[in-house]
Structure formats: structure tokens, C-alpha cells
């Protein structure tokens, strides 16, 4: 608030209480408006948007621990000063529990009140500064709550308010979306954001694990329990005891694995490799999938009774194109972090250059973006990222290539289906007929393919 007007509302019924006050503050660093009655007061606040507010306690209509109680949600930042000559210590502790600031007894003088008010600038300058070094702290940490998504679209809005909502719980959650959409960051966010925010989190790709150490790898085991086993070990899901674990990609989790899992859900307890007896582990479970699962569970690759443990919470990150507004601030957000790590003096996207990285479809999402921002970074010439220097990664007549160009139709219905019959063609041809085989790499399940190869006469494939 230094280097400009303060702006603060006085609240009292006495005319001549707020004439010396705004006079008095007025010729110092502050912007005064006053009201009257609390119910104005109110108005005032909601409008005014003050820093800071001094407030009768008697007043006719709405005294001022309802007026305190009106405004203290919307405006809980902003210290409130109380002030009366009817004080007690009962009012003066209500007052504090309601969120006031502090308190000060009539008669006194307007220095008093000056002093009060530097000490409540201070007090909110401490805590900005506090919440700010927290944030950082945890940005360091790999945490940050949901600070590091970025985006100002709808969509992400809705699924972080949803995400917070659901952080407050231990309710399983499902997270869904394209792969490059952010998933794990916003499994860490809820992590952050929980009770557990304490606890350790624990990522792992279930697709990055081969199969056969996926046991061992989740409960762990014992020394001796097969080959290799020179030591004990302790397994993922218990390293995690006390706090969050993520296991992204659930959906390439092998069945003979789905159905330890779900055991673990149901009774919070494990079983290492070669033990003889069961832990008990206290564990939130966060999952994450790009794959539609209920089509894994019609093709009988996933598990229907672990698909509704998992499907508590489902939240899906819409993909980048659905969000395009999103992009400046991405843009601007892997600038300032890719000029930090390789001490580049990029400043900004030029018009000509955000319209070629807007007009792209992005089916790699926000991963996709921030590969390319960092390859234009590199090979920019200059301050700005130009047209120029974007065109060479890109398709250059992707803007004007005409939909029916290869496809041989303009419509939407006919477009999908040669597209699907082309793919379906492909697939059976690459699987050499095994239509399962073919049903897995299409991501549709297998009574779908089926119905498909019929509708498109592929029998013969």
C-alpha cells in the first residue's frame, strides 16, 4: 500500500466522530469514505473494496459486530478496528472471534488511531509476505498447491475448484484426460492442498513398471523371497503411509494386480513378498488415466468392481484445444521458466507468432507446448518469438489445407466414418486379424470393433 492512498472506510452514526476522523486522516495517507448506519457501511464495503475499516460498535439498525459478521467472508484480508465507549472484555473477545483486528475504547485521540492503523498496514504486509514465502516454499518443494497449473479458462477453473473441494476429503479420486494435460500436477495440487499435505507423496507410472516387478514394487518383500532378494524392502504404498499415493496410468495395471489392489482398498492393508503377515497402511489413493475405462471394462482389461472403487471422483482435464485462451499465459509462464534455466533474454510471443501456436491442434496438450516453446526459445533470433521463427516446426499450410482435400467430403458425419474405416482397416491389417489385438490398439472395446466391422463391411479383413 506505500506510495499511494490508503483507501479506508469509516463506519459510525456520531456526525461529529466522522467528521474528525476523515479530516484528520484524510491530510495523512488516506482515501476516506464514510458511512453513517451499518447497512451503508456495508454497501461501502462491498464497492469501496477499502484496505483497511474503522467501525462504531453501537449503532442504531446494525450494530457492529453484525456489520463485522456481514463483511467478514468477503473481505478477510482487510483489518477491521472496532471502536467504542460502551466496551467490555466479553464484546472486545466477540469482536476478535469475529475477526477484528483490534479494539479501542472512547474517548481518543485521532493520533491513537493513526498509530493503530500503521500497525494494521504492517500486520497485512507481514501477512501477504508470510503467504508468499509459503507459496515458494512449496513451488520448491514440488508442491505449490495449484499454483502450477496455469490457465484462466473455465474449464481449468471448474476442475480446480472442484479439486479443492474434493482435497478436504480422503474420497478416492479419478483423474482423467489426453496424456500432456497435467494430470499429475493436479494430483499434487490436491496432495498439497489435503490433511495429508504433511505426509509423503508417491508417483509412480503403473506403465513404466514391468509386470512382474509390480508386486514387489507396491507392497514390497522380504529378504529371500525370490531371486535377488538380498535385503528387505519396503514397497511403494507403504513408503507412502501417512499421506497421498498416485498411481498414474491405472489402466495399464496387469488384472492379477487389479485385484491386490482392490484388496488394499477395501481392508488399508498390505502384504509383502514372502510374508507371512499383512500391514496395516494408511493411504489416500489418487489414480489418473488417459484410456476410458468403462470401454476397458466392456473389453474385460479392467476390473468392474475396482473400476467403481476408483470412480468416487472423477475429474477430467479438458485437452489444450478445448481451452485455447489458456495459451498466452502458458506461453509467458515457459518463458520466464525456460529464460531462467538457460539464461535467455526472450521477452514475448510476437501477434504473427501466437497465431500460428493458436491455430495448432496440440494433441500433445500443454506437454506438447512447452517442448515447442522451449525449441523456438532456442533457435530465436532476438527478444521476441516471431512467426518466423515458429513456421519451420510446423505444418506452414496447415491454415489453409482444405478438410476434403483428404478426405474427399466437407461433412462431419462422413469424415468420421472414412477416418474410422480407414484406421479399422489398418489395425486389423497391423494385428493380422486378431480383432482383441485390434480392439486394444483402437482403445473401443471388443464388442464395438465388431459392430464397426460389420457397419463398414470389413469382414473380409
Known amino acids: 500500500m506505500a506510495g499511494k492512498k490508503k483507501r479506508l472506510l469509516l463506519v459510525d452514526d456520531e456526525e461529529n466522530m466522522l467528521h474528525m476522523l476523515s479530516t484528520y486522516l484524510g491530510k495523512k495517507e488516506y482515501q476516506v469514505v464514510t458511512a453513517s448506519n451499518g447497512t451503508e457501511g456495508v454497501r461501502l464495503a462491498n464497492d469501496f473494496a477499502p484496505d483497511m475499516i474503522l467501525c462504531d460498535l453501537k449503532m442504531p439498525n446494525m450494530d457492529g459486530l453484525e456489520f463485522l459478521n456481514r463483511i467478514k467472508d468477503k473481505l478477510e484480508d482487510v483489518p477491521v478496528i472496532m471502536m467504542s465507549a460502551y466496551a467490555t472484555v466479553d464484546i472486545a473477545v466477540e469482536a476478535m472471534k469475529l475477526g477484528a483486528y483490534d ?27 508470510n503467504i508468499a514465502l509459503k507459496e515458494k516454499v512449496q513451488e520448491l518443494q514440488g508442491g505449490g498447491t495449484f499454483s502450477s497449473i496455469i490457465g484462466k479458462s473455465s474449464g481449468i477453473r471448474n476442475i480446480i475448484e472442484q479439486a479443492r473441494k474434493v482435497a478436504a476429503y480422503d474420497a478416492t479420486v479419478l483423474i482423467t484426460g489426453e496424456s500432456g494435460t497435467g494430470k499429475e500436477l493436479l494430483a499434487k495440487g490436491i496432495h498439497s492442498c489435503s490433511k495429508r499435505c504433511d505426509g509423503p507423496l508417491v508417483s509412480v507410472n503403473c506403465g513404466s513398471i514391468p509386470a512382474n516387478l509390480l508386486e514387489s514394487e507396491f507392497f514390497g518383500y522380504l529378504k529371500g523371497a525370490f531371486t535377488g532378494a538380498d535385503k528387505d ?6 513408503a507412502a503411509n501417512g499421506g497421498t499415493i498416485f498411481l498414474d496410468e491405472i489402466g495399464e495395471l496387469p488384472l492379477e494386480l487389479q485385484v491386490k489392489l482392490l484388496r488394499v482398498l477395501q481392508e488399508q492393508e498390505i502384504r509383502p513378498v514372502g510374508a507371512q503377515k499383512i500391514k496395516k497402511i494408511d493411504v489416500r489413493l489418487l489414480t489418473a488415466t488417459a484410456k476410458n475405462l468403462e470401454e476397458e471394462v466392456a473389453s474385460g482389461t479392467f476390473r468392474q468392481d475396482l473400476f467403481y472403487r476408483l470412480n468416487v471422483v472423477v475429474l477430467e482435464i479438458p485437452p489444450l484445444r478445448q481451452r485455447k485462451e489458456d495459451i ?3 506461453c509467458s509462464h515457459f518463458i520466464d521458466q525456460f529464460n531462467l534455466k538457460m539464461n535467455l533474454g526472450i521477452e514475448s510471443v510476437s501477434a ?6 493458436m491455430a495448432q491442434d496440440w494433441s500433445g496438450n500443454v506437454r506438447e507446448l512447452e517442448n515447442s516453446m522451449e525449441r523456438a526459445m532456442i533457435f530465436s533470433e532476438g527478444t521476441e518469438i516471431t512467426k518466423e521463427s515458429l513456421l519451420p516446426f510446423f505444418d506452414s499450410v496447415k491454415h489453409t489445407r482444405r478438410i476434403d482435400d483428404f478426405l474427399g467430403t466437407q461433412s462431419l458425419k462422413k469424415g468420421q466414418k472414412i477416418l474410422e474405416k480407414r484406421m479399422i482397416g489398418r489395425a486389423m491389417q497391423a494385428t493380422e486379424g486378431n480383432k482383441s489385438k485390434a480392439a486394444k490398439m483402437l482403445e473401443i472395446s471388443y464388442p464395438s470393433l465388431l459392430a464397426k466391422i460389420k457397419e463398414y463391411c470389413l469382414d473380409g479383413n
Open 328 to 330: 498466452p499465459f502458458l
Open 233 to 238: 524392502q519396503v514397497g511403494l504404498f507403504e
Open 103 to 129: 479494539f479501542i475504547t472512547k474517548p481518543f485521540r485521532p493520533d491513537e488511531i493513526a498509530c493503530i492503523l500503521e500497525k494494521a498496514e504492517k500486520y497485512v504486509g507481514i501477512k501477504k509476505e
Open 352 to 357: 504473427g507468432g501466437m497465431a500460428i501456436l
